[in-house]
């Protein structure tokens, strides 16, 4: 894995103020605050109660565990960092994660987000994705990637599943979103996002100026729960 000031596609930052207010332009299309935290969030993870394989946390359940001085530490971290997007407008989630469903209708292919993927909104947004505990996501920039739609094998199955006319077979891949799924190109080397760090990733929207940003969740870790910011 490589560094991410070598690419063109992002762009790092040192405070929260330059993540949130600098403009996607160009080829640039994610922005990483990146920072090493302090604080014991596997000491959170362990006092958390995980309700089903994918559990929100609210603030209330946070500010009530009774946590040693690195667990809170860690939770004041996390405490801010909601605050922080809540400030600026954004509705940030915290979750307490086993594992997400896994897409396995098809054979030839998957639709799932441990499949590489973007974001997609009616409305202007961005993707905000920072993992404090547990395995960490991994983003491919858009010149390592194919759309799996244009994939021959794939495209000539999915035409098979396609019941209707030939000219409405693009809508039916966007209306599946069959069209957000991508696959690394040989010789592809995707990144990790790594914990801590706090990511804003371009999302496709109508009024979207630059490509929507490559994305996908990770494998968990053997018997191990993430903890992860998003929205």
């Known amino acids: 894995m490589n560094g991410y000031e070598s ?33 014991d969030f596997a000491e959170i993870v ?28 860690a939770r004041k971290t996390i405490l801010n960092d909601l605050k ?11 979750n307490l994660l086993k594992c997400y469903e896994r897409d396995e209708a098809f054979s030839f292919i998957s639709t799932d987000v441990y499949s590489f993927h973007l974001d997609r909104s009616p409305i202007a947004a961005d993707t905000f994705l920072c993992t404090y ?10 010149d390592e990637a194919i759309q799996k739609i244009l994939i021959p094998e794939i495209r ?18 966007q209306e599946n979103f069959l069209d ?29 100026e630059v490509l929507p940003f490559i994305h996908r969740a990770p494998v968990e870790n053997n018997e191990e729960y993430r903890l992860l910011l998003i929205c």
């Open 84 to 94: 922080l997007l809540t400030d600026w407008g954004a509705q940030p989630s915290l």
């Open 180 to 208: 957000l799924h991508y696959q690394p190109k040989p010789n592809a080397k995707p990144l990790n996002l790594r914990n801590g760090n706090l990511w804003r990733l371009a999302v496709d929207h109508p009024f979207q």
């Open 7 to 39: 690419h063109s596609n992002i762009e790092t930052f040192s405070t929260f103020g330059e993540l949130v207010n600098t403009r996607f332009h160009g080829t640039v299309n994610a922005f990483c605050w990146k920072r090493t935290l302090c604080g």
């Open 156 to 173: 000539e199955e999915l035409r098979k599943l396609h019941d209707g006319p030939a000219e409405s077979f693009e809508t039916f891949l």
């Open 46 to 73: 362990s006092k958390l109660q995980l309700k089903e394989d994918i559990t929100e946390v609210s603030t209330h359940e946070l500010q009530k565990l009774e946590l040693t001085e690195q667990g809170i530490l």
């Open 133 to 142: 505990f547990g395995a960490s996501s991994d983003i491919l920039l858009n």
